[in-house]
């Protein structure tokens, strides 16, 4: 559960691998197998990214649909009540952007 500090978004991180990506959500298998489904924004407001040569590069939302089952994922996510809302999903490594 995420560390509430008043006045500031409930920023959630999740990592694991991608089960799906959809226009309306990507769906990610975490460490222990559970399921933790993050919701698009509409209107291209979730921004996609993929790791190339050790940098993160913007990714097209058209290209985010293309990607394989079983991908390395990390999406920095905000909760809303028990829903995650995409803000940021980065393919190609299960941890958050070093920079």
Do not use: N, Y
């Amino acid at each position: 559960m995420p560390s509430l500090v008043p006045g500031q978004e409930p920023l959630v991180w999740v990592s694991g691998q991608t089960a799906s990506v959809s226009p309306a959500r990507v769906v990610v298998v975490e460490g222990g197998g559970s399921r933790a489904i993050v919701h698009r924004l509409a209107e291209g407001t979730t921004k996609f990214f993929v790791l190339h040569q050790g940098r993160f590069e913007s990714m097209p939302d058209s290209d985010a649909l293309l990607v394989h089952r079983g991908t390395p994922v990390c999406a920095e996510t905000l909760l809303d009540g028990r829903r995650l809302v995409g803000l940021r999903v980065f393919f190609g490594a299960a941890c958050g952007p070093r920079s």
